[in-house]
Structure formats: structure tokens, C-alpha cells
């Protein structure tokens, strides 16, 4: 998202989606007051949910203060109308989802964007449980877009690696 909105100059929001362990406003020291579930259920202006990130495009917008209280929004109609209107305010939408493997709104949210990055914990997510989610994924109508690898051990020094 920051190299997008740096690099590329574009308009760049990033979703965070995940009601049980919302971070990333934790991740730029953002306090939000106003989650984006909020502006959905109060039909406010997006523009409450949204926390800009310094002078740059880039923009975050965390799930609801108070998720655990409120039933999921992912599949309602609001949802769709607020997704047409990000979509027109922005070049990209990153949503961070929950994990297909234990939230359904992960897979509900698959089949609203444009394509879906399944990441990985490497060395650790055994492959029929990344087949299972990637066929999930699919069936609920989702697009992978690709796989990525987190949480990398490196057993060789990284500076050989360098060198290879």
C-alpha cells in the first residue's frame, strides 16, 4: 500500500477488515474514533473513517471501534454501495481480511474485489490446508491473484543467501 502510494502516486486505501484482531492502525499509530462498519451502519460520509497516513495518498480506514458488539456487515447491501463508493475515490483498495481458515467474512469478502492475495505462513500452513482455502476461495468467487510466503526462517545466514 505505502509503495503504491508513494512510489506510484496513487490514491491507496488500505481495509482493515479484521474484527477480531484489527491492526493496522496499531501498525501506523493511528487512534481511530470512527470505524468504517460504523459509517456504514450510520450512512455518514466516508470521509469519518478514513485516517491519512502523513502527507501522503495513502489512506486507512480500521473495522469499527466496537465490532465485537455489532453483527458483520461483509454481506449487506451497504457494504456494496460503500465498495462502489471507494472505488471511486480511490486507484486501490487493499482490504486485510480475517483468515479463510477461521472466519467466513474472509470468504465473503473474496467474492466482492477484484482478486485475492492468500498469504501464507511459510514453513508451517501444511498444503492441503492452503488447497482447501484456495479451493474455498474459488468456490465462493474469488479470484487468487497470488500466494505469498510470511513469517520466512532463514536457516543459512541471509547474507550468503545474498551472495547465492
Same mark, same amino acid.
Given at each position: 500500500a505505502r509503495v503504491s502510494a508513494i512510489k506510484f502516486g496513487k490514491s491507496v486505501l488500505l481495509l482493515d477488515a479484521d474484527r477480531n484482531h484489527p491492526s493496522q492502525h496499531l501498525f501506523f499509530n493511528i487512534k481511530p474514533e470512527v470505524g468504517w462498519e460504523e459509517v456504514i451502519q450510520?450512512?455518514?460520509?466516508?470521509?469519518?473513517?478514513?485516517?491519512?497516513?502523513g502527507e501522503t495518498r495513502l489512506f486507512i480506514s480500521p473495522v469499527s471501534q466496537h465490532s465485537a458488539s455489532t453483527p458483520p456487515m461483509i454481506?449487506?447491501?451497504q457494504m456494496d454501495t460503500f465498495l462502489k463508493k471507494?472505488?471511486?475515490?480511490?486507484?486501490?483498495?487493499?482490504i486485510d481480511s480475517p483468515p479463510a481458515t477461521t472466519s467466513s467474512e474472509g470468504l465473503s469478502?473474496? /467474492?466482492?474485489?477484484?482478486?485475492?492475495?492468500? %498469504? &501464507?505462513?511459510?514453513?508451517?500452513?501444511?498444503? #492441503?490446508?492452503?488447497?482447501?482455502?484456495?479451493?474455498?476461495?474459488?468456490? /465462493?468467487?474469488?479470484?487468487?491473484?497470488?500466494? %505469498? &510466503?510470511?513469517?520466512?526462517?532463514?536457516?543459512? #545466514?541471509?547474507f550468503i543467501y545474498r551472495r547465492l
Open positions: 450510520d450512512d455518514g460520509p466516508i470521509e469519518k473513517a478514513l485516517y491519512q497516513i454481506d449487506s447491501l471507494l472505488r471511486q475515490r480511490f486507484d486501490l483498495i487493499l469478502i473474496s /467474492s466482492k474485489v477484484d482478486g485475492v492475495v492468500l %498469504v &501464507l505462513e511459510a514453513e508451517k500452513t501444511r498444503w #492441503p490446508v492452503a488447497e482447501n482455502v484456495k479451493g474455498r476461495i474459488t468456490q /465462493s468467487g474469488g479470484k487468487i491473484l497470488g500466494i %505469498v &510466503l510470511n513469517k520466512r526462517r532463514f536457516y543459512i #545466514p541471509e
